[in-house]
């Protein structure tokens, strides 16, 4: 009884040193901010690749997205009469909780598995430390980039992903279902609200930030060569999926909530 | 050790350093005076590459002092970090060039982004440190990953050597490099020690090319510093582990771990 006590503290102290290893990381990482040198080109250049290299996916999964969203609604509906309101339910799922969630995940699988792998790689082949002797702070250079990146990034995507998805919605409901298509467009704009689409578009922006900071923080402290890396790529997609949805419901309580 | 010299460039005092359980420095005493270029050799896992981040600041050493022109620098902040590490300059074991970067941005990265020269004047004196180390200017627009292992290592050189650093480390220089190409890097460390005055610290097994580069050798066993001298001199060192270490053989003083399969 007191080894599996033990090896339950053992287990919680472990999981609270590695919580504030990743806040002393973030912290460390942002509070660069403030001060020159300023790498404007690599945060472009990771917004391009968050951003612009991600957009087929996400377009992707989000048209489908709206699609089946509006099919299995229609077939829910029905049961009770209410199949007008296909279109609501489609732009506030949509806005609120699909377009962010399923755009993170996606990114989170792209890019957050490619910093892990580029940072992992840098750090087993001494690139990390080769920055530091050449008086280049690697949370500067490397990290804040990528984690200023995700947070201005995400939310585009996402805005991007909700006309998508919206759109996906549409074709389903007027050349599927047969809706007249100033009545679906009707449904859609006068149910929807501000706070809808800016609490999906705070979802974005926080995504991208836990996105860009599982990516690093797992590649950063990776460690034994190949396999070390590897393993840092899964548990940058792993850790960056658990927390999105985590998250999510959280913001969703602070926005929603009663 | 004794202090011989009022003010060395480097003095290094009990200096301790574990993971987890396996310490790996000491107490370990060391000086290096400038202008000096001093070899450390040792075995695998002795150390030798812990001693040279702990002086570099990559790993934080448990106690001791390392003083930089007699200033000390065992938990430096940040800021202070950085200005010093200009003084330094490092050539990494398996070179560590950037490979996102072409040759010459490896070569003037420590001009552009660590003292924030313009890109054109930092580009040329790239291209004339990678001349120094035998290289046209093609190279300069070639990936890391696109040369030999001896090219990158030479390309690792010029980087290390492009701000003209007070101190440089070289981490296993010709580790991994035929014989002629390890005699060609012993020349280029020679020749940028010499001409520029440089302090050397280099860490090796390879003792051709610690008799060729360094003005004094220091044997690191099992934590601490355990013989140095001048290099004429390590062959009448007197030292048992010295001899077993430069003559390589397996039986001695020196017992290497070996666990069963």
């Known amino acids: ?3 599996f006590l033990a090896a339950i503290g053992a287990a919680f102290l472990g999981f609270l040193a590695a919580a504030g290893r990743l806040v002393s990381f973030a912290g460390l990482a942002l509070a660069t901010a403030p001060t020159p040198p300023f790498y404007f080109r690599t945060i472009l250049r990771e917004m391009v690749n968050i951003g612009y290299f991600s957009l087929p996916v996400v377009g992707l999964t989000a048209i489908f997205t709206g699609m089946v969203l509006a099919l299995q609604s229609y077939t829910g509906f029905s049961r009770f009469s209410a199949e007008g309101a296909v279109a609501t339910v489609v732009v506030l799922s949509v806005t609120r909780e699909l377009g962010p969630v399923i755009s993170a995940l996606m990114v989170a699988g792209r890019v957050g598995a490619a910093m892990a792998a580029e940072i992992g790689t840098m750090r087993v082949t001494d690139q990390i430390d080769a920055l530091t002797t050449l008086s280049t702070d690697p949370l500067r250079y490397l990290v804040l980039p990528r984690l200023l990146a995700g947070i201005i ?11 998508i998805g919206v759109f996906g919605g549409y074709l389903v409901g007027v050349y599927k279902l047969g809706f007249n298509p100033q009545a679906y467009l009707n449904g859609t704009w006068q149910r929807l609200e501000t706070t809808d689409v800016v609490s999906g578009l705070v979802k974005a922006a926080v995504f991208g930030f836990i996105i860009a900071l599982m990516g690093c923080y797992h590649g950063y402290y990776s460690r034994g060569g190949a396999q070390g890396v590897g393993q840092a790529t899964t548990y940058a997609v792993v850790s960056a999926s658990i927390l999105i949805l985590v998250v999510d419901y959280l913001i969703t309580a602070a926005f929603f909530g009663r | 050790m ?16 574990s993971f987890g359980r396996k310490r790996v420095l000491n107490g370990l005493d060391l000086d290096c005076d ?11 896992g002795t150390g030798k590459s812990v001693l040279i981040k702990c002086i570099l600041g990559l790993l934080s050493p448990e106690e001791g002092s390392i003083r930089i022109d007699g200033i000390e620098t065992v938990g430096l902040r940040r800021a202070a970090r950085e200005r010093l590490l200009q003084k330094f300059g ?7 060039l950037f490979d996102s970067l072409p040759v010459w941005e490896n070569v ?16 040329e ?48 220089p010709t580790t991994g490099l035929d014989p002629i190409m390890a005699d060609v890097i012993n020349n280029l460390i020679v020749k940028c020690v010499r001409e520029v005055g440089t302090t050397a610290v280099s860490i090796t097994h390879d003792l051709v ?53």
């Open chain 2, 125 to 172: 004196i790239a291209l004339a440190k990678l001349a120094a180390v035998g290289l046209g200017p093609e190279v300069g627009e070639l990936r890391p990953a696109e040369l030999s292992g001896g090219m990158q290592k030479r390309v690792a050189l010029a980087r290390a050597i492009a701000a003209e650093p007070e101190i440089i480390f070289f981490d296993e």
């Open chain 1, 153 to 163: 990034t995400l939310p585009m995507l996402v805005v991007i992903a909700d006309i």
């Open chain 2, 34 to 44: 400038s202008g000096e270029s001093l070899v450390i050799i040792g075995g695998s």
């Open chain 1, 1 to 3: 009884m007191v080894r």
């Open chain 2, 90 to 96: 490092m050539l990494f074991q398996g070179s560590a």
């Open chain 2, 209 to 261: 090319s610690a008799r060729k580069i360094a003005d004094r050798i220091a044997m690191l066993h099992q934590g601490r510093i355990i013989w140095h001298g001048p290099t004429a001199e390590i062959d009448r060192s007197g030292n048992p582990y010295v001899d077993q270490f430069i003559n390589g053989r397996a039986e001695g003083p020196i017992q290497m771990e070996i666990r069963a399969a």
């Open chain 2, 2 to 17: 004794t202090n011989i010299h009022p003010a060395p460039k480097i003095a290094v005092r009990e200096l301790r350093k």
């Open chain 2, 108 to 123: 003037a990265f420590g001009l552009v982004q660590g003292r924030g020269m313009e890109r054109q004047t930092a580009k």
